[in-house]
């Protein structure tokens, strides 16, 4: 067998060496890529509107209390991948013991952009009105509540990489009932 002559080794191993370094070029570029550009960011939640739709407060024969609340919350994606959701529902509590849940309709988030989510949330005293903390606070003039929701869905990233995604917010919604306004703030993580 004959082997190669000195120039086609010389050859082959410049060959190689470009090759080898253009690969760990392009991996320098591509963890780079992914640690800056593509590195996943938690959604921003804001509340565009909260609304105090009704307040009916019966105090006898036995007390009850309703409020409806409608939130506007805007979602800012900022990742460079859509975010496609399935239905889901946000569960509202005082003080830990439930006070109400809302649907949320399956939708998709575009990549960079806004998304306004509507839902209206019926609260019904009957799940917190026993707590020892709730008359206290509605003679203060102010109830505080916890909104959580977890959406499941899939980011895709550039109509390629699909991954398994999971978007956790809570809210924290103050209602005021003399006054019939409400207040929200709102914090968002995504899990994958």
Not at 60 to 87: E, M, Q, V
Not at 149 to 159: C, E, N, R
Request: hydrophobic share 40%; with cysteine; aromatic share 8%.
């Amino acid at each position: 067998m004959v082997c190669c002559n000195p120039r086609t080794k010389k050859a082959l191993k410049i060959g190689c060496g470009i090759t080898a370094i253009l690969l760990i070029i392009l991996l320098i570029v591509a963890i780079t890529l992914y640690f800056t550009i593509l590195k996943p960011k938690s959604p921003q939640v804001t509340t565009r509107s909260v609304a105090l739709e009704t307040v009916r407060l019966e105090p006898f024969p036995a007390f009850h209390l309703n409020i409806t609340i409608g939130l506007i919350l805007t979602i800012h994606n900022r990742n460079y991948g859509s975010f496609k959701y399935d239905s889901s529902r946000a569960y509202v509590t005082y003080r830990g013991d439930p006070a109400a849940e809302a649907l949320i309709e399956a939708d998709t988030i575009p990549a960079r952009a806004d998304h306004d989510l509507n839902t209206t949330v019926l609260i019904d005293s009957d799940g917190f009105s026993k707590n020892p903390n709730f008359l206290g606070d509605l003679f203060s003039g102010c109830l505080n509540f916890t909104s959580s929701t977890a959406l499941h869905g899939k980011v895709t990233v550039w109509k390629v990489l699909k991954l398994k995604a999971r978007t956790v917010s809570t809210c924290d919604i103050s209602v005021f009932p003399k006054f019939q306004n409400a207040t929200s703030v709102c914090k968002s993580k995504i899990k994958f």
